[in-house]
């Protein structure tokens, strides 16, 4: 997530193979790790402490939400280092140890069993840093990742978008097939028609699409013509049969 400067307070062991074997590929990460043995000689230099926490405290302190954090973090780094202190996966960071950050991180987890596993708590912030700093790069708009839904008549789409009259073709072949297959009565509309086009509007058809439903309505016109006729021919032959 684009993050490489671990700490380690008073490590159980490291290096450690386990941990070379989980990092999949970001040894990088573990090769440059700074090992110390207290918490408060990891942050000396540290202009703003935000430690985490699945747990509300007796005495209240400043908690923060998760993409406010990352937001805090970020800003303050303008002026020197941030840290992030995370706790232990048994028993979490301790109250003295807590007290030695200016802020809480609590990320919303179910209050009925907040406590998530410390590796999962450790990626829901590196991702809030992540969409922080994408959203601030340069030229404005981001990473593409963070732009809405690309629809047809976008940039970057591959086919034109489809223009009313081809989409307008499209729902009278599709009601005229929906006529000869007995699902829809032009009598007794109801709001078939207005549901389909609704949902179809909704998706916003590009030419080549609008040419696929086509050939399917084509084909399925044909097939159930051919059926018609094969049905007709099977009565005409067993009546054929009947009279011989
Ligand atoms: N029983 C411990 C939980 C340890 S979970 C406790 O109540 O503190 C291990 C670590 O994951 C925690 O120390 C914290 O750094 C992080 N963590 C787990 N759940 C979290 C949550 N909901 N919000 C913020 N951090 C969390």
């Known amino acids: 997530m684009g993050l490489g400067n671990l700490w380690l307070v008073n490590p159980a062991s ?27 000689e990891a942050i000396a230099d540290c202009v703003c402490v935000m430690g985490t926490s699945a ?10 939400a998760p993409p406010d954090a ?10 020197g280092q941030v840290a992030l202190v995370f706790g232990r996966e048994n ?10 950050c200016h802020f809480h991180i609590h990320i919303p987890s179910n209050p009925d069993y ?27 708009d981001g990473s593409p990742y963070l732009k809405p839904m ?3 008549g976008d940039e970057g789409w591959d086919v034109p978008p489809a223009p009313v009259r081809d989409v307008e073709g499209f729902f009278s072949h599709l009601e005229q097939v929906l006529v000869d297959v007995d699902f829809h009565r032009r009598d007794n509309p109801r709001q078939l028609m ?21 050939g399917i309505l084509t084909a399925v016109q044909k097939s159930a013509g051919a059926a018609d006729t094969a049905k007709n021919t099977s009565r005409a032959g067993s009546t054929a049969g009947e009279q011989e």
Request: charged fraction near 25%.
């Open 14 to 40: 490291f290096p450690d193979e386990a941990s070379y074997a989980r990092a999949a590929g970001a040894s990088d990460i573990l090769d440059k790790a700074t090992v110390v043995s207290t918490l408060d």
């Open 55 to 64: 747990r509300g405290r007796k005495v209240p302190w400043p908690v923060i």
């Open 70 to 79: 990352a937001a805090k973090a970020s800003q303050q780094s303008e002026a």
């Open 91 to 100: 028993h979490g960071l301790s109250n003295e140890e807590l007290q030695r």
């Open 114 to 140: 907040s406590s998530l596993n410390l590796a999962m708590a450790v990626q829901v912030m590196c991702y809030e840093l992540r969409m922080h700093y994408l959203k601030g790069l340069e030229g404005g």
């Open 150 to 152: 690309m629809v047809p």
């Open 194 to 214: 207005t549901r389909l086009r609704r949902l179809f509007q909704r998706a916003g058809l590009d030419q080549m699409e609008i040419n696929i439903l086509r």
